[in-house]
Structure formats: C-alpha cells, structure tokens
C-alpha cells in the first residue's frame, strides 16, 4: 500500500518523473539498492517483497 501510494503521488509531482524500467534494469546500483540498503536487509530477514519505482528530480526554474 505505501509503495502504491509513494509512485502515485510521485508521478503526479511536476517535479519528478519515472524513470523507465529499461533504463532502471541497466543502472549497475539497482541490485545494490535491493539487497545492500538497510531497508534491503531487512526486508530480506522478513522474508517480505521489495518494490522498486525508481524518479528523477527535474529542474525547477526557480532551481536557477
């Protein structure tokens, strides 16, 4: 439900936009970000299911 909730209002920011899964799967961090974060480990030892939207922060004018 927070993964869902986190990629709507996400996509729905002007500021953020998704980054495609193609361009996703061939970042050589994403493995890394699965199973080396904190959060990586422990839903690992919970035996739970990981979820990955992955954004990037466009310019903003008044970033100037």
Known sequence: D?????????EEHP???RISDEEVEK????PLVRTETEEGKKV???????????????ANSSDD
């Not at 927070?2 to 996400?10: F, T």
């Not at 970042?27 to 994403?30: G, K, S």
């Not at 979820?51 to 990037?56: D, G, I, N, T, Y």
């Open 27 to 30: 970042d050589p961090v994403v």
């Open 15 to 17: 500021l953020f936009e």
């Open 44 to 58: 690992e030892r919970n035996n739970g299911q990981k979820f990955l939207a992955c954004f990037r922060r466009l």
């Open 2 to 10: 927070l993964h869902a909730w986190m990629v709507k209002h996400l």
